[in-house]
């Protein structure tokens, strides 16, 4: 049934990260209900919109760095494509920033 994806390790640990926040997120929510809340997104959130809108952002961040990877080798002179952990570690912060601060 998956055989058309690459199931690489920085892939499993993208979707395992993502299921585990969820998971996380479901528990916060029973423990302690969420309220809007404005920060610098222009509309007001729960953390529920801020997970949603942060997970978007950071799969466009690991779409875009896997589409400019052989730019990125061509641009900077690299032997190799650089390593997909790094913009794994670039979406993983960008989603905290939207999660704290949006």
Do not use: H, Q
Not at 25 to 45: C, D, N, Q, V
Not at 59 to 86: H, M, R, T, V
């Amino acid at each position: 049934m998956f055989d058309w994806m690459v199931w690489t390790t920085p892939v499993a640990v993208f979707f395992t990260c993502i299921v585990l926040m969820l998971i996380g997120m479901t528990a916060w929510e029973i423990r302690s209900p969420t309220i809007l809340r404005k920060g610098w997104l222009p509309i007001a959130t729960t953390r529920g919109d801020r997970l949603f809108i942060g997970l978007l952002t950071a799969a466009y961040i690991n779409l875009a760095f896997i589409g400019l990877a052989g730019k990125f080798a061509e641009w900077f002179s690299l032997d190799s494509e650089p390593s997909i952990w790094i913009s794994f570690v670039i979406s993983m912060v960008a989603l905290a920033v939207v999660m704290r601060k949006g």
